[in-house]
């Protein structure tokens, strides 16, 4: 008897991760510093000292961690590519060792029978190209388009799916507004600039891979879906701005060329006038969207909190994460029909979703149970279902993380992994949740209701 959540025959199961969070060796084989490294070495900008130095290894252990896919039964795997381990100044000489590593890796999944799905930029930009203004310079949009040009060239003969970057809004937010993530800015003036370039730089390296790609290209916004405190029109007002400063500064210029009109409320005297043909730039035909989603935001009226005039609510009685993210499923449904309806019925994939819980000691060679990121993967994989029955046009999902890693400026306390990473031996160990996954796999979705 066929189960309700069976899915569609064709539907793309992965798990992701991302290059500074996992790989270590950041400097190895001619690599070139990212602003992460630095970040990471600056006193006091990361929880407890720790550094991706070493990470999870990945760069040495990456045979291993495809073993760990394989036993997952993953149909793809998607990744992130040190830029600057490519290109060591971000323009100009390849390093072929830095370049060899992702062709190995891309090989070895291939071998393996899983897709790679490689994303071009994680945040981890070249420390060189910021020393030249970073993603406040204009010209970075002609540099991100010859690094991308780079990597179309050396494996888009291997690889069927690239992503140009990933959360936008994180490194504008994090990076150029709140100084919490690299590069650590604090500057309101600066955060639209880096907006537009990141966006303009999407759009290069999309024109790119149309002159020399020949399979799929998109782009990754992180969405998290705002509801209003109350029906007061202050409060309403406050959710449309801190929406549309969300989820559509960077998806809109992407998809509908144009920005929100509440960013100019929102970034006062500090929002520019673009050039129209910017526009022309940042608006080009995408296959695929992906759609990150961890939770939601319950928004009320704040005057004090700036620039935005609008703070989330805690919702209590309700489970959160050990980031501080309340588990609601239902925001997942509402992100991707809403996505649809705005921006019309563009391929779909829920490129990341997991969650973050305390994993207790576990002895040699068994499981460690994780009951609550299991009932988190369960969730969540029913409303992406029930977006798919919604009429939603989604060909796929990635679980966040295939294993604990670096998360980026809270250190390794903080872990989304499938598999248990003991950092001191670099031993990996499954959760209970993997093994849920692995099933969800192997029965195309059916096992989601057992």
């Known amino acids: 008897m066929t189960r309700r959540y069976r899915f569609p025959d064709g539907f793309l199961w992965g798990a992701a991760t991302s290059a500074y969070q996992i790989e270590g060796s950041p400097l190895a084989d001619g690599a070139g510093p990212s602003i992460w490294q630095r970040f990471a070495h600056t006193p006091g900008m990361m929880a407890d000292g720790d550094t991706g130095d070493v ?36 323009t100009g000489r390849i390093n072929p060792k830095g370049l060899d590593f992702y062709a190995r890796l891309v090989d070895e999944l291939l071998e ?16 060189a190209l910021d020393d030249r203004g970073g993603w406040l310079n204009r010209d970075i949009a002609h540099w991100f388009a010859d690094y991308a040009e780079t ?6 003969d291997r690889v069927p799916y690239w992503s140009t970057l990933n959360e936008p809004w994180v490194v504008v937010d994090g990076g150029y507004l709140h100084g919490t993530l690299a590069p650590g800015h604090r500057n309101l003036y600066e955060a639209p600039l880096a907006t537009h370039n990141l966006m303009r730089a999407s759009g290069a390296a999309i024109q790119a891979y149309r002159a020399h790609g020949r399979n799929q290209i998109g782009v990754v916004f992180n969405i998290e879906p705002k509801y209003a405190a109350s029906d007061r029109e202050e409060d309403l007002a406050a959710t449309r701005r801190a929406h549309a400063y969300m989820n559509q500064q960077f998806a809109d210029p992407a998809l509908l060329g144009s920005y929100p009109p509440e960013l100019a409320e929102v970034y006062g005297d500090a929002w520019p006038d673009f050039p129209e043909e910017d526009f022309r730039l940042t608006r080009q035909p995408v296959d695929f969207v992906g759609i990150n989603y961890y939770t939601r935001a319950v928004v009320r009226h704040d005057a004090t909190a ?43 994939y829920v490129t990341e979703n997991g969650s973050a819980f305390y994993d207790p000691p576990v002895a040699e060679g068994a499981v460690l ?3 609550l990121r299991v009932d988190y993967l369960r969730k969540h994989l029913a409303a992406v ?20 890693n670096l998360e ?4 390794f306390a903080k872990r989304f992994g499938l598999y248990h990473v003991d950092f001191a031996t670099q031993k990996r160990t499954p959760k209970r949740s993997a093994m849920f ?14």
């Open 112 to 127: 393996h029978g899983i897709t790679p799905n490689i994303t071009l930029f994680h945040w981890d930009l070249p420390a």
């Open 437 to 450: 996954y692995a099933s969800v796999i192997e029965s195309h979705g059916e096992a989601i209701d057992e």
């Open 306 to 348: 700036l620039p935005l005039r609008a703070a989330p609510v805690r919702q209590p009685q309700r489970t959160h994460t050990e980031t501080g993210w309340e588990v609601y499923a239902q925001g997942l449904v509402d992100t991707l029909t809403g996505f649809r309806e705005r921006y019309g019925d563009l391929p779909l």
């Open 408 to 411: 980026w400026s809270l250190g």
């Open 369 to 371: 149970e994780d009951p």
């Open 55 to 90: 990470a999870c290894d990945h760069y040495r252990r990456y045979r291993d961690d495809v073993q760990l896919m394989r036993a997952l039964g993953l149909k793809s795997y998607r990744f992130s590519v040190n830029w600057s381990r490519v290109l060591p100044e971000g």
């Open 385 to 404: 279902h029930q977006a798919i029955e919604a009429g939603v046009n989604l060909k796929g999902y990635y679980a966040w993380s295939l294993m604990d």
């Open 151 to 156: 990597m179309f060239k050396a494996l888009d």
